[in-house]
């Protein structure tokens, strides 16, 4: 409803990002997984920006159930900012403007890094990019303004932002420098490639570009979990399992032997102490159990109501934090559409005449947006409050 | 101070481990305070009135903590060179690197336990269909039970994780805010982007997992059962349960869950907090983006649309936790 603007042609920058990355010829590694449509991509997206209706999860899990595995969608979540912007007219008439400055990042990185575990990523990649090629014709003049609001004079200032991304990887020695970020003017200097090279996430491992320290931060999915499990169990279970052999069977690109042995220490404690307690002392089990029903027949609240009523405070208020969230990004999004406004119409008026009309204007655009946002808050809330049970009815299937 | 108030009272009640991995929202307020006397202008000692920053951040280890790689013994305004943008965008780093740091190592736990229940969970259905191996109903019930503590433990666990990844996200907003209006900077916009696609802040794998755990849950113990049962407690109201819970609970479900349970009802109150209107009005703030959620909220800009948001009110209100 919002960013229609946005979507304006004019993509010097971003069609420039996209086509120094060698995205395109990334090769496709993994047809085990299968097809991977692009459209996940959009849907996860989704997420980011705005929702149709409070539950951000919702839509996630609505869309991994339409592809056979939530293999996928997992291996694509750790994406999903990279693709930001990439799918969203798949899925939306919302506005995604807000997704877009990870896109140019996402694509400048996408074919460096390659998360790990997901072979896949290739086929994601391609099927995003093609949708996010034609999105970058539309939202290049948000790209712009970012790139003036990101970017600083030199070379120099934009390591600053490095920093501020807290890569570890390839730019992880501009952390030495120092953060001499002195008043951001505006000013239309390099903006591709300081963009790319600042938006680049940091969750995913990056895998060539690592600096090999292994600090990279890894995110362990689903999916990777698995992958990792049936490594072990084929080395004989965890107590015989070596990283190394864990690592060599695994064969995820990106995946450093310093990973593996973290995973499989945490791995290793958590099937510790289950089994102990599982074939050790049946006699400590029964004394819950007699507290139960004891407590029945006293009247009292037993484990089973007690645990019932946890999980009803814990839903509700996770129902909260996912409307919490989506109007944080909601509110985010709006802002920074309306600095775009504002910065359009102040290099629109380089002249300098009126002033006035600026914030005037500016005032108008936010009290249209504010009523916008006010409408879909109140529609994404409604909705959340006509499911008060859970929001399992909003997906076709569960995620499972 | 609304926000900073909800935030350290939130503090107070939650997990106890976690405490120290939040934001620090308070010395970063401190820092601002002291503007424009910068950190480095304060360090030399110049000021008549100067404030030591080392006490400002004395009490708040994870700032020393996280930040003790660099030299030694970090202290914000140590170096002189650096005014008060470099140390707050700095400081602001860390607390990023250390959020991160927390949230993924945290992601990483559940998806390992979560995997561990759903095989227990298969292996305990296996023992029960083959071959009845279970000596006894109840030895059955109790396996069960324990999954489903189990289940229940790391789903509030993972609840809160996501309050704290957006916790922590409001705390930054608000306190960048603050930076740009105080020092005229041009600080928030550009550095919430970087947030944004922060890990900690891309809370989708982890709202699937919890996805997934419910969707266990009501598989495995669907709550249709128990309404049957105890059908005279269900009817009481939400707000009667919960000291009957705190009471009792520790001795079944124990103290994990009791720790949960605190901080899930602390951060149910913070998030509400957040939603009241604050002195400021602003027009994007949750406030007036939720306007009429609350009956006290009622302000000019409420009223014409009351009309339609009175039955989302309703549902609402029904809906509301055991903290109200």
């Known amino acids: 409803m919002e960013a229609r603007p946005v979507q304006r042609t004019g993509s010097r920058e971003l069609s420039n990002l996209v086509r120094t990355s060698s995205i395109p010829s990334t090769p496709n590694t993994s047809a085990a997984e299968g097809q991977l449509m692009s459209r996940p991509l959009g849907q996860t997206y989704h997420l980011l920006s705005s929702s149709n209706g409070g539950a951000v999860g919702h839509i996630c899990s609505s869309s991994s159930s339409g592809f056979s595995t939530n293999l996928h969608y997992s291996s694509m979540v750790s994406h999903e900012k990279h693709y930001s912007g990439s799918s969203s007219n798949a899925v939306s008439s919302n506005d995604s403007s807000w997704c877009h400055d990870s896109l140019p990042g996402g694509f400048l990185d996408f074919p460096e890094n390659h998360p790990a575990g997901i072979q896949n990523n290739s086929q994601i990649e391609e099927g995003g990019i093609t949708e996010a090629f034609d999105d970058i014709q539309k939202r290049s003049d948000w790209q712009e303004w970012a790139d003036h609001l990101i970017t600083d004079e030199d070379p120099l200032l934009s390591t600053n932002w490095n920093d501020l991304l807290l890569e570890t990887s390839s730019n992880s020695d501009s952390k030495e420098k120092s953060l001499q970020i002195t008043q951001p003017q505006i000013a239309q200097q390099q903006p591709s490639p300081s963009v790319s090279v600042e938006l680049r996430p940091v969750s995913t491992t990056s895998s060539n570009s690592n600096n090999g320290t292994g600090k990279a931060r890894m995110r362990w999915t689903p999916e990777l979990h698995e992958a990792f499990v049936e490594a072990v169990n084929s080395l004989g279970g965890s107590e015989r399992a070596t990283p190394k052999g864990v690592l060599k069977i695994m064969k995820v690109e990106g995946l450093t032997i310093y990973h593996v042995k973290s995973h499989l220490q945490k791995y290793r404690t958590a099937r510790y102490r289950p089994e102990p307690s599982e074939c050790g002392s049946p006699e400590r089990k029964l004394t819950p159990l007699e507290h139960i029903t004891s407590l029945d027949l006293k009247g009292g609240i037993g484990i089973t109501e007690a645990l019932r009523l946890q999980m009803e405070v814990q839903k509700q208020l996770h129902e909260q934090l996912e409307i919490q969230r989506n109007l944080q990004l909601r509110i985010e999004e709006q802002g920074k559409y309306l600095q775009m406004m504002f910065e359009k119409q102040n290099s629109g008026l380089a002249i300098g005449t009126t002033s006035t009309s600026d914030s005037a204007a500016k005032s108008e655009q936010e009290d249209k947006k504010a009523a916008d946002s006010k409408e879909l808050a109140a529609e994404e809330t409604r909705k959340c409050q006509e499911e008060p049970e859970s929001p399992q009815p909003k997906r076709p299937k569960t995620d499972n | ?324």
Not at chain 2, 163 to 185: E, H, M, P, Q
Not at chain 2, 313 to 320: M, P
């Open chain 2, 1 to 324: 101070m609304k926000f900073g108030k909800e935030f350290r009272t939130h503090l107070e009640d939650t997990l106890p481990e976690w405490r120290d991995k939040f934001l620090c929202y308070k010395p970063l307020k401190k820092l601002l305070k002291y503007y424009p006397y910068s950190s480095a202008d304060l360090s030399t000692g110049d000021f008549p009135d100067q404030i030591d920053l080392r006490t400002v951040f004395a009490d708040t280890t994870n700032i020393s903590s996280s930040a003790a790689g660099e030299d030694g013994v970090v202290v914000p305004g140590a170096r002189p060179t650096e005014d008060l943008q470099g140390s707050f965008v700095r400081i602001l780093n860390e607390e990023l690197e250390k959020f991160n740091d927390f949230y993924v190592d945290k992601e990483e736990d559940f998806v390992i336990r979560l995997q561990e229940l759903k095989e227990r969970i298969e292996r305990v259905k296996e023992k029960n269909g083959s071959n009845g191996e279970f000596a006894s109903e109840s030895e059955f019930s109790e396996e069960m039970m324990d999954i489903r503590r189990d289940l229940v433990t790391i789903h509030g666990e993972m609840v809160l994780l996501k309050n704290y990844s957006s916790l922590n996200f409001a705390g930054l907003v608000k306190i960048l805010k603050k930076y740009d209006k105080r020092t005229g900077g041009l600080l928030r916009l550009p550095f919430t982007q970087v947030v944004l696609h922060q890990p900690f802040f891309t809370t989708e794998p982890l709202t699937r997992l919890v996805r997934e755990c419910e969707a266990n849950l009501e598989l495995l113990f669907p709550s249709e059962a128990e309404v049957v049962e105890s059908s005279n407690t269900v009817s009481t109201s939400h707000q009667n349960h919960s000291p009957r819970i705190s009471a009792e609970t520790s001795s079944t479900l124990g103290d994990e869950n009791l720790d949960i349970y605190r901080s899930t009802l602390a951060a149910m109150k913070a998030i509400r907090g957040l939603q009241k209107a604050s002195s400021t009005y602003n027009p994007l703030s949750f406030s007036s983006l939720l306007k009429n959620e609350d009956d006290e909220t009622v302000t000019a800009e409420n009223s014409p649309n009351s009309a339609d948001l009175q039955s989302k009110d309703e549902a609402e209100k029904e809906d509301t936790g055991p903290s109200h």
